[in-house]
């Protein structure tokens, strides 16, 4: 058997179009795929051409806070990038805030939570 690889994740958001943008301005991945989803939702794929994320809203949904309470059942995305403080410089500049920073064997890292409160590790092992 091959390696197997994470090619996709498939998260609930409450405005797929907000965070495509954020996700392409945070990390320069494009929107691969746009278009109707299950239940009448709508889902934007962004990312690269190796792997996305699958931003999907459900038709009608009122979202709530506890909606992305973390941990229900995700915890975080994880981000590999090559030049941390770069990502940081565009984390902050998007408005978020940065947090938990740490330098560990082999890499770096930091923790940010999006406008839906959904957790992404920025990680560079350069």
């Given at each position: ?25 945070l990390f320069d991945w494009r929107v691969r795929w746009r ?92």
């Open positions: 058997m091959s390696i197997a690889k994470i090619e996709h994740v498939n998260v609930t958001v409450s405005d797929p179009e907000r965070a495509a943008k954020l996700m392409g301005a278009g109707p989803a299950a239940n009448g939702g709508h889902t934007i794929h962004v990312g690269s051409d190796d792997h996305y994320i699958a931003l999907y809203t459900a038709a009608g949904a009122a979202y709530t806070a506890a909606d992305f309470a973390k941990g229900r059942p995700l915890n975080h995305i994880g981000v590999e990038v090559e030049d941390i403080d770069g990502a940081e410089a565009r984390v902050v500049a998007a408005g978020l805030e940065p947090f938990s920073h740490g330098d560990y064997e082999p890499g770096r890292r930091f923790y940010f939570l999006d406008p839906d409160g959904i957790e992404y590790e920025v990680v560079s092992y350069q």
